[in-house]
């Protein structure tokens, strides 16, 4: 009998995991992702945005192994505990093909604690589809989402370069490279032994 993850997946495509997904947004994909080549595979915990395989990124067990041409993780990390985040990049690695690849972005709380030692927790960093995004949002999670209940918006752990780049070395990726944003965050391609070398140039333009 197939799991979900195999009656979703395509042959003749290459098969993106987006994981917590968040509603269904194709235009809000990565360009590099936004072609038809690409099949986008929706998981996420929450069932409310209807993804196409509902659960956590700690434990991806419906999914296959190597079966999975690229993750697209987007400020999911800093919702785990600290502690949880080897098991999730370590499910990152278990599901992507021998040639795929991880891009993942979080807060940048390096950048974010420069600005709090100027003591502006409140005041806007920049506008995003939710609203104004401030210091405090990003070090604990979207404010308004949590006061309307969405208990699932709440972080608990946080990144540097440094410890991004060292918990994806540590989860065995082949190489990782990390790289400053311009909206607070940080993004990082990880990839696997065989993936193609020109993947950081062809990426590059992503890494906002």
């Given amino acids: ?21 968040g ?10 992702f936004r072609n038809a080549q690409w099949r986008e595979i929706r998981l996420d915990i929450d069932p409310k945005v209807q993804p196409d395989i509902i659960g956590s990124i ?15 993780s987007s ?20 599901v992507l093909k021998p040639d795929g690849f991880a891009l993942i972005s979080v807060p940048d709380l ?14 806007t960093l920049y506008e995003s589809a939710a609203g104004p995004i401030t210091a405090l949002d990003v070090v604990f999670g979207h404010q308004a989402s949590l006061r309307n209940g969405n ?23 082949h190489e990782a490279r990390v790289h400053e944003g311009s909206r607070w965050d940080l993004w990082a391609i990880a990839t696997m032994p065989a993936t193609s070398g020109d993947l950081f140039g062809r990426l590059s333009g992503v890494m906002l």
């Fill in 1 to 21: 009998m197939q799991t979900q993850a195999q009656a979703i997946q395509s042959p003749d495509l290459l098969n993106l995991l987006h994981v917590g997904c």
């Fill in 23 to 32: 509603a269904a947004r194709p235009e809000r994909l990565p360009a590099y």
């Fill in 58 to 72: 700690t434990n991806l067990g419906g999914i296959p192994d190597g079966c999975m041409d690229a993750i697209w």
């Fill in 75 to 94: 400020h999911n990390l800093e919702h785990l505990n600290w502690h949880e985040v080897p098991s999730a990049l370590a499910e990152f690695r278990r």
């Fill in 110 to 123: 390096r950048a974010i604690a420069r600005h709090i030692v100027e003591d502006d927790l409140t005041g």
């Fill in 151 to 173: 208990h699932y918006m709440a972080h608990r752990t946080g990144f540097t370069a440094t410890t991004l780049g060292q918990a994806l070395a540590d989860a065995g990726f």
